[in-house]
């Protein structure tokens, strides 16, 4: 089988755990879904929980997903630039096509008003 799997999709392993609910609510992961995770004890992580299926995300790994994310809506040649720069550069330059568009309207009245006197 290709690397990409069938019909171009990633095949990802997948590591099953069994564990149970201890009285007050806790659940042990199993070390090796842990080790795969990149997690040790005290590190903090996500949960959410849709229908029905509880998932569990390192807090690294949903900083990385969302990074990668944000990375698809940012144009090519942008990539080495910083999301606050970016915006920053297109506030710079809205600022600059007002400040034209003040100009352009003052020179406008300043013109009128000189018609109107001379």
Excluded at 44 to 57: F, H, K, N, S, T
């Amino acid at each position: 089988m290709d690397p990409e799997g069938i019909m171009g999709t990633v095949v990802q392993s997948v590591l099953h755990g069994k564990s149970r609910l201890s009285e007050n609510g806790r659940i042990v992961i199993p070390s090796q879904i842990r080790e795969a995770m990149g997690i040790s004890a005290g590190e903090p992580v996500l949960m959410e929980l849709e229908d029905g299926v509880l998932r569990i995300e390192s807090h690294r790994s949903r900083i990385r997903r969302i990074q990668e994310e944000f990375r698809k809506h940012v144009p090519i040649g942008l990539g080495e630039m910083l999301m606050s720069d970016q915006l920053i550069a297109e506030r710079r330059e809205e600022a600059r096509r007002e400040m034209e568009e003040t100009d352009r309207q003052i020179e406008e009245y300043r013109l009128r008003n000189e018609r109107q006197l001379g």
